[in-house]
């Protein structure tokens, strides 16, 4: 009877497991796969296909598979291995065939060979005779006529036999196999695969593993996963390819398929239980019928463990049988969820996809028009590129600002359906009141609401994040064209120049000269006449017809050097430099030459003031004249007409083509006030109209335009020494006749007060250029030292000392850029003890912070030294008084040993006198114990004397051990600090020197 208990709980036990942890396929052979994997090459063999073909069989075979499997196969073997594998498909009817083939395969003439384990291919023909062809599996499969057929070349490892004509490297592409038919390659075609070094299975089998037996993924997600998977493995360089044909639906396995596993052992469970009730009932008939009252007892006990044992797989069962309901209405509200999140992800890839793919365009293209403006045109390309940036900013920014809005719309949808999906699905349980149910929903209900609040925030921080990211590309990129195109120089060549040359001046001597730009973008035209020197008439006669035959024989060319800039925001002017005209009969001589390439005024030409201008702003646009309009009473509307067209300062421009000479606003002021004028306008940029609430317009200001300019450098617009007012490079000022430009800076190290006043006044050029380039040499940096109590010395690269400070909290040095030795010390040492290498660049601040710098090497050489000669002295009296100590106790011993015969002698004396019988023999016995008496007491004093002197002086000199150790250390670190400086004078000859 315990046997048979024990044998059920067992049974029990183990349906538990297998509901916990198996399950099996219940389709029958609807399913059947062909797996092969070959390893053991005779050329270049493989490790890890007869794992991977292992792996994939056994897990096929738990997801229902009827599974064919060879291992190392030569051809024969395969081909017997597919007829089988076919034949079974048609045998069974099955729905789903699938073939795997893990090992060596190559390609020929577009067609995949699987290599047996035996080839020896010497020639590209020989493939068809000793390796398998992939059409005779996709065709054998196509005539087979099953739902789906799925084939899997984990194959792509390299061509073992390279030298092999014709034979490709990788895999070829391959059609889907006909209807119904999903071809998936373990790379791309044309590529090899990774075998898994060190692993068991190759990277491509690997995630399929671990992804095909996922419940509910479809085919094309796992697919998916794999390619996600083996991309990260590899670091991108293997990506899983598929080809399909195949429109319908497959799964390995269903959620719904191990939901009813689940149930099915659920009512296994059941049975056992039922039985283990039986065995009870059968076991209280045996305790009734019991024939001793031990019998009865032990009968009892029995029950009693088996009820036990029935109670613990009843709650088993219940808790199961809850599980599987808890399970069921995930499973359904995790599908719901599943469905919209992909659908949301899917549709925010995609618009995100897109947005990426304009934004790369958008970069691809503004590359290559910066690639192409090395040419002589280079000017035009690079106004298009900033044109574009500044249309595609908030292009780029409307996109995102829409993607932000759709993502967090169909995250609301999809929060608004969870919830309704959890009401719905979560009833109370018969356990609960009505209070505990709601108060359980409305804590799971906020608890969404706040998973529901960071995914909104976690999105939009990302989209934004992303925005930013493409607008600040996008700025730096702007910058960076903005910054090399402005003040730089072009050179218009003489494929795009023609000269013209009129009759001569007879009374001038001088021949009109015209270098015109044929270039329609560049309407340039200069006047470089050519005069002719000298007063003799021959000299004169070979002059004339020098020009008038190269002119004739077409024998003039020009070149003409134009810059560029930025006056106002996107408002560019193209001024011409210099402008020369060559004679090519002459080998290239310069025949005349206008302007100078270091001059800061433009050429006067034919297009007005000598400015060509272009807007940037969306796009190119030329425009003919620029002039800002100004109020000198505050902020006013600048109106045309009935249209307002902005507020002061407002640039007004004219198209390009226009011929008009005169301009007519109104200004409207915030009081209701207004004021129409007229002003002068000429081609190119103008002076600046200031207009009062009179209507009295004023054109004495001038624009002032700096560039080449150090970011470090300010410059400012003042009379005299007084500052007026500040600006930067590339900005504009304005400015009347008198003033100066003035440019200073912390790393200017003579800061420049420069008086332009000759140059800015007079003339009608609205535009003064300055080039600030020269001041680059002037240029210095700063070197900030933290050094508290320490002082320190600036030394250069030739060692020569800069200057020298005593450390604050913070001590700024400016130096000039170059290599630097900066060398420590403390105020009570006379040498340097640390030195810093530096390095200063102009403009900029090198921090030095240095915490405590200790005494140099020299200074406590010096010390160990005098401690050395103090040592020295200390041994020399050592050895003096311990010679002096031992002499004194000598003395002492000696007048101890005189005390003690004196004693006896007195001792003597005294019987001697004791037993005198006359007086004459007591008197001299008398004397001798008075002589011998006084001999004890100098002696005994001699002799304590001596004693306790000398003791004290050896007591005095006894640690001789202990300074012959201490001098012995002082060599050591005497040796040491010798070694040290040594090394040190040999990185830098400033350490160790004096600091006075």
């Known amino acids: 009877m315990e046997l048979r208990l024990l044998t059920r709980v067992l049974k029990t036990a183990c349906v538990l497991c297998f509901v916990l942890g198996t399950h099996v396929h219940a389709s029958g052979f609807s399913r059947v796969a062909l797996i092969i994997g070959n390893s053991n090459y005779e050329v270049q063999p493989l490790a890890n296909p007869i794992n991977d073909a292992t792996d994939m069989a056994a897990m096929l075979e738990s997801l229902g598979f009827e599974v064919f499997v060879e291992l190392d196969a030569t051809r024969g073997g395969m081909e017997r291995a597919v007829r089988a594998f076919v034949d079974a498909v048609e045998r069974h009817n099955a729905e789903t065939a699938l073939f ?30 000793q390796a398998l062809s992939m059409d005779r599996v996709t065709v054998g499969l196509e005539r087979s006529g099953t739902e789906f057929n799925l084939v ?43 075998d898994g070094a060190g692993q068991r299975n190759s990277p491509f089998t690997q995630a399929l593993l671990r992804h095909i037996a996922t419940p509910g993924l479809e085919v094309r997600q796992i697919v998916t996963e794999v390619q996600r998977g083996v991309q990260q493995a590899t670091g991108g360089r293997q990506i899983p390819w598929v080809n399909t044909s195949f429109t319908g639906e497959f799964y390995f396995t269903t959620a719904e398929e191990q939901l009813a596993r689940s149930r099915s052992q659920a009512r296994e469970l059941e049975a056992e239980l039922a039985a283990l009730e039986a065995e009870i009932a059968e076991r209280a008939q045996a305790i009734q019928g019991a024939a001793s009252a031990e019998e009865r007892r032990r009968l009892d006990g029995e029950q009693q463990a088996a009820r036990a044992r029935e109670e613990a797989n009843r709650l088993q069962a219940e808790r199961l049988a809850e599980i599987e309901r808890q399970a069921a209405a995930a499973l359904e509200q995790q599908r719901a969820q599943a469905a919209l999140r992909q659908e949301m992800e899917a549709q925010l890839s995609a618009q995100q996809a897109s947005l990426s793919r304009q934004a790369e365009q958008r970069r691809a293209e503004l590359d290559r028009l910066r690639l192409e403006t090395a040419g002589r045109d280079g000017f035009f390309e690079r106004l298009t590129t900033i044109a574009q940036i500044n249309a595609t900013i908030p292009e780029i920014e409307l996109r995102f600002d829409g993607i932000v809005t759709s993502t967090l719309a169909e995250l609301n949808t999809l929060h608004r359906q969870q919830i309704v999906s959890y009401e719905d699905e979560n009833t109370p349980d018969p356990w609960e009141t009505s209070e505990e149910y ?21 999105q939009r921080d990302d989209l934004l994040t992303r925005k930013t990211e493409e607008i600040q590309r996008l700025q730096e990129e702007l910058e960076t064209v903005r910054g090399e195109l402005n003040g730089a120089r072009f050179t218009v060549g003489a494929e795009a120049i023609e000269v013209v040359v009129d009759e001569l001046d007879p009374y001038r001597r001088e021949f009109p000269i015209t270098v015109r730009v044929t270039d329609e973008r560049l309407p340039f035209a200069v006047s470089a006449p050519y005069r002719i020197q000298g007063t003799e008439r021959d000299t004169i006669r070979d002059e004339y017809f020098r020009v008038f035959s190269a002119d004739r024989a077409g024998g003039l060319s020009g070149e003409l050097e134009y810059s560029m800039h930025e006056v106002l925001p996107n408002l560019w002017a193209i001024r011409v430099v210099e402008t020369r005209v060559v004679n090519l009969l002459e080998g290239d001589t310069v025949l005349a030459t206008v302007g100078s390439s270091r001059t800061t005024e433009p050429v006067s030409t034919s297009a007005g003031r000598g400015e060509i201008l272009y807007m940037t702003d969306g796009e190119v646009q030329r425009v003919g004249a620029a002039v800002v309009i100004m109020s000198s009473h505050g902020s006013a509307n600048v109106v045309r007409g009935e249209t307002v067209l902005g507020q002061t300062d407002y640039l007004y421009t004219t198209p390009g083509d226009s011929t008009s000479n005169t301009g007519r606003l109104t200004l409207e002021w915030e009081d209701g006030q207004h004021r129409t004028f007229t002003f002068p306008i000429q081609p190119g940029m103008n002076p600046p109209v200031l207009v009062d609430r009179s209507g009295e317009r004023t054109n004495a200001l001038r624009l002032v335009h700096v560039y080449n300019l150090h970011p470090s450098i300010e410059t400012s617009i003042g009379r005299d020494i007084h500052t007026v007012r500040t600006f930067a490079e590339g900005s504009v000022t304005y400015l009347t006749d008198g003033h100066a430009v003035r440019f200073s800076g912390a790393y200017l190290f003579d800061p420049a007060e420069i008086s332009l006043s000759e140059r800015l006044s007079g003339g009608d050029a609205a535009v003064r250029w300055i080039d600030a380039a020269a001041l680059d040499s002037q240029l210095t940096g700063r070197l900030r030292i933290a050094s508290v109590g320490d002082i320190f010395t600036v030394y250069d690269a030739e060692g020569q000392p800069v200057e020298t400070r005593t450390g604050q909290s913070s001590t700024a040095i400016q130096l000039r850029p170059g290599q630097y030795e900066v060398a420590f010390r403390q105020p009570e040492d006379p040498y340097y ?28 050489l010096e010390q160990a030294e005098a401690a050395q000669l103090e040592t020295k002295r200390l041994l020399s009296r050592n050895r003096r008084g311990r010679t002096y100590g031992w002499t004194l106790i000598g003395t002492g011993l000696s007048g101890f040993a005189v005390s003690a015969l004196s004693y006896l002698q007195v001792q003597h004396a005294t019987t001697s006198y004791n037993e005198a019988s006359t007086t004459a023999a007591a008197l001299q016995h008398r004397q001798e114990v008075e002589q011998w008496g006084t001999g004890f007491t100098v002696s005994a004093g001699v002799g304590i004397s001596g004693s306790v002197i000398g003791s004290l002086i050896l007591r005095r000199n006894r640690d001789r051990t202990s300074l012959e150790q201490q001098q012995d250390e002082i060599n050591r670190r005497i040796a040491a600090l010798r070694e040290e400086i040594s090394a040190q004078r040999a990185t830098s000859v400033v350490l160790g020197r004096g600091g006075n």
């Open 152 to 194: 899997m070349l984990d194959a792509c490892r390299d061509n073992p036999f390279s030298t092999t004509r014709s034979a490709s490297r990788g895999l070829s592409v391959m059609g889907g196999g006909g209807r119904g038919s999903m071809v998936v390659f373990a790379t791309a075609p044309g590529d090899v695969a990774d």
């Open 100 to 129: 795997y083939y893990a090992g060596h395969a190559v390609q020929f003439e577009g067609v995949n060979y699987l290599l047996p384990v035996n080839a020896n291919i010497r020639d590209s023909f020989e493939l068809l005779d």
């Open 833 to 860: 003890a640390h030195v810093e290498h530096v390095t200063v660049e102009p403009a900029t601040e090198v921090h030095l912070d240095v915490a405590d710098v200790g005494l140099s090497a020299q200074y406590r």
């Open 438 to 458: 709601e108060t359980r929903i409305e804590r799971e209900l906020l608890a969404l609401e706040a998973s529901h609040e960071r995914e909104i925030t976690r």
